[in-house]
């Protein structure tokens, strides 16, 4: 195997066969396990085994009602958490799997309540990652997995944000590099009458209508009860410094950053500036990027983040949907 570190009791495993069924082993017997996937590190455990889910939701401090998604690497590890497949399942599937799109389905009775926050439903998908896919087949178990960040944090999109959150409180991580897309799933609530996006991400609502030839709701966030989704109740995202969003007519915006950049400045506050992209074609690298800045606010000790609002369209209403969900304060002028 190859040389294997520990970080305050944390194994780091390097990338390769060996390590990836050593992961898998953990896994079985119980163990928590971060790995890598195309949008964001998670936080891995054995989906059936109810006190490994519980220690991810304590391992994050994260509130019980947020309920997980479960990672799967074939139809027939779905047919073990879902009751069933309703229509139009299995066409997302088809097109988008491997991939970032959640579905969220009926539960099946064999998963434990933790998993879904005691829903109805379960939240799954097939990652687009060969290490995330190898470590599923390997486990031979679906696995529960959020972001593998302490709960409210911006989500991690490389090993060194995993070990800055959970080092010490759990078992392992297994190295894949940054992650491609580095924002989290689209979440697609297949369970009810109307497909219905919960989260916006990787996988746009047109892309998601083009497939069904029907139009996609998006719901509005969870203040009360139990969210369908994660990242539908709670903040989320969030640097330690206040994060402003600010969003309105382009030329406006800017100046009210400006003035406010000052103005701040003036407290003796240092600020930070989070630009919004060019254009549309910007937004994929914007997104990889957004995690990653936020992080390196932090550790740059930035007291003030003003950020710059961006369009709805594509993978701007993700990109909105996580500074929104980051943000103390929004203003739109």
Not at 23 to 40: K, M, Q, S
Not at 225 to 247: D, I, N, Q
Request: proline share 9%; aromatic share 4%.
């Amino acid at each position: 195997m190859p040389k294997v570190l520990r970080i305050n009791r944390t194994l780091v495993l390097p990338p390769g066969r060996k390590t990836v069924l050593a992961a898998a082993r953990l896994i079985r017997n119980g163990r928590l396990v971060a790995f890598p996937t195309e949008t964001v590190y998670g936080l891995g455990a054995a989906a059936a085994d109810r006190l490994a889910v519980k220690n991810i939701f304590k391992a994050k401090g994260r509130p019980a009602d947020n309920p997980l998604i479960v990672h799967v690497a074939c139809l027939e590890q779905v047919k073990e958490i879902s009751s069933c497949i309703p229509p139009g399942a299995l066409e997302l599937m088809q097109r988008f799997w491997p991939g970032p799109l959640s579905l969220v389905l009926p539960r099946s009775n064999r998963l434990p309540q933790e998993v879904s926050a005691g829903l109805p439903t379960v939240a799954v998908r097939m990652p687009a990652h060969p290490v995330a896919l190898s470590l599923i087949r390997a486990a031979g178990v679906p696995i529960a997995a959020p972001s593998a960040n302490r709960s409210g944090r911006p989500s991690p999109t490389t090993l060194r944000h995993v070990l800055e959150d959970l080092a010490g409180r759990i078992d392992a991580v297994l190295d894949g590099g940054a992650c491609r897309l580095g924002l989290e799933s689209t979440v697609l609530d297949l369970s009810g009458g109307r497909p219905v996006i919960l989260r916006p991400g990787g996988i746009t609502g047109e892309q998601l209508e083009a497939v069904l030839g029907t139009t996609v709701e998006v719901a509005e966030g969870c203040k009360t009860g139990t969210p369908p989704s994660p990242g539908m109740k709670y903040r989320h995202y969030a640097p330690r410094a206040s994060l402003v969003l600010v969003t309105g007519a382009r030329r406006r915006r800017l100046a009210l950053m400006a003035a406010l950049a000052g103005c701040y400045q003036k407290k003796g506050l240092k600020v930070g500036i989070l630009q919004a992209p060019p254009g549309p074609e910007a937004f994929r690298p914007a997104a990889k990027r957004l995690y990653q800045t936020l992080r390196s606010f932090d550790a740059q000790g930035v007291d003030l983040i003003l950020a710059e609002g961006v369009s709805a369209q594509g993978l701007g209403a993700a990109l909105m949907n996580r500074l929104r969900r980051a943000a103390s304060r929004i203003i739109r002028v």
